[in-house]
C-alpha cells in the first residue's frame, strides 16, 4: 500500500508548466509537486549522461517529498533518461513507485491527427537526437513519415521572456521553413518541447494553410487520467487535496516572475537544492 502523495511533475525550467496547467484543468481534485531545475536548465543541449544524472536527481528529490508519481514534463528528459530510470533505478529505489514520460501520449494521439501521413517534430538538439520521437510514432504508425527539426534557440527565447520580440519572429520562420522544405506534404507539427507553447501564437503566424501545430500538454493530461482510471492502486496513491507546490533550484524571486507568465497566477515557491 502506497501512502498517498502529490504527483510529481519534473522540467527543467518552466516548460513543464505548460504541463502542469493542462494536467490541473482534466485532474484539479489531485494534489502536485512541481519541479524546475532552473539553475541547470537549458537541458536541450546537454550529453545523455548529464541528463540522466540531474534527471533522476529530480525524481529522487520528488520522491523524497512524498511523490509516488512522476511525470517527466519535459522532453529532453524524457528522451535521455526515462528508460534508463523505469529499468534501472525504479526497481532499486522503489519498485511500487512509477515515472512516465510525455513522448508516448503524444506518440499515441498523432495517428488519428494527421491527414497526410507526414508530420515533424520541432524539439532540443537532445531530443531530435535521441529519435525518440520517430522510433516511438512509428511502433504505432509504421505508415508515417516524420520529420524532425531542432530549434535551439527556442527555450532561451521562452527563458529569457524574449517569446514575443523580433528575434522570436526570425528564429521561429527560420526553423518552420526548415522543417517544410525538408517535407512539404508535413500537415502535423508536433511541439516536442514543453517550452514551445509559449511561442504558439508567432508559430501559428508563420504557418501555411493545412499545417496545424500540435502542443502536447492535453493530450499528457489525457494519457494520465486513463492511466490512473487503468491503475486503481497508483490512483489511490496520489493525494487529492487540489494543491499543488513549486520548487525551483534557482532564486525564488525568478521563478516566481516567469511562473506567473506561464500560469497567469501568482504562486509560492521555495528553492531546494539538487546536487
Ligand atoms: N522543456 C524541455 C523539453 O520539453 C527542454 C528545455 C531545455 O532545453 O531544458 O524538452
Request: negative net charge.
Amino acid at each position: 500500500m502506497l501512502v498517498p502523495g502529490p504527483i510529481g511533475i519534473f522540467d527543467s525550467g518552466y516548460g513543464g508548466l505548460t504541463i502542469l496547467s493542462e494536467i490541473q484543468k482534466l485532474m484539479p481534485e489531485y494534489s502536485y509537486c512541481y519541479l524546475g531545475d532552473n539553475s541547470r536548465a537549458p537541458y536541450g543541449s546537454r550529453s545523455f549522461d548529464i541528463v540522466y544524472e540531474f534527471t533522476r536527481q529530480a525524481v529522487e528529490a520528488l520522491f523524497g517529498m512524498g511523490c509516488n508519481l512522476v511525470i517527466l514534463a519535459c522532453n529532453t528528459a524524457s528522451a535521455k533518461a526515462l528508460r534508463t530510470i523505469q529499468q534501472n533505478d525504479l526497481p532499486q529505489i522503489n519498485p511500487s513507485k512509477r515515472v512516465l514520460g510525455v513522448i508516448r501520449p503524444t506518440a499515441e494521439v498523432v495517428g488519428n491527427i494527421t491527414k497526410s501521413r507526414h508530420i515533424g517534430v520541432l524539439g532540443t538538439i537532445g531530443t531530435v537526437q535521441s529519435e525518440s520521437y520517430p522510433i516511438e510514432v512509428n511502433k504505432l504508425f509504421p505508415d508515417i513519415v516524420v520529420t524532425s527539426e531542432a530549434c535551439p534557440m527556442w527555450v532561451p527565447l521562452v527563458e529569457n521572456k524574449e517569446y514575443d520580440s523580433l528575434g522570436a519572429d526570425y528564429f521561429v520562420r527560420k526553423n518552420i521553413d526548415n522543417i517544410l522544405l525538408k517535407d512539404p506534404q508535413i500537415d502535423t507539427l508536433i511541439l516536442g518541447c514543453t517550452h514551445y507553447p509559449l511561442l504558439l501564437d508567432k508559430i501559428n503566424a508563420f504557418l501555411p494553410e493545412g499545417v496545424t501545430a500540435l502542443p502536447q500538454g492535453k493530450y499528457v493530461g489525457e494519457s494520465l487520467k486513463d492511466y490512473l482510471y487503468r491503475h486503481p492502486e497508483m490512483n489511490e496513491g496520489c493525494l487529492k487535496e487540489g494543491q499543488t507546490k513549486y520548487y525551483t533550484t534557482e532564486s525564488v524571486q525568478k521563478f516566481t516572475e516567469a511562473a506567473t507568465i506561464f500560469l497567469n497566477k501568482e504562486v509560492e515557491v521555495e528553492r531546494i537544492n539538487l546536487d
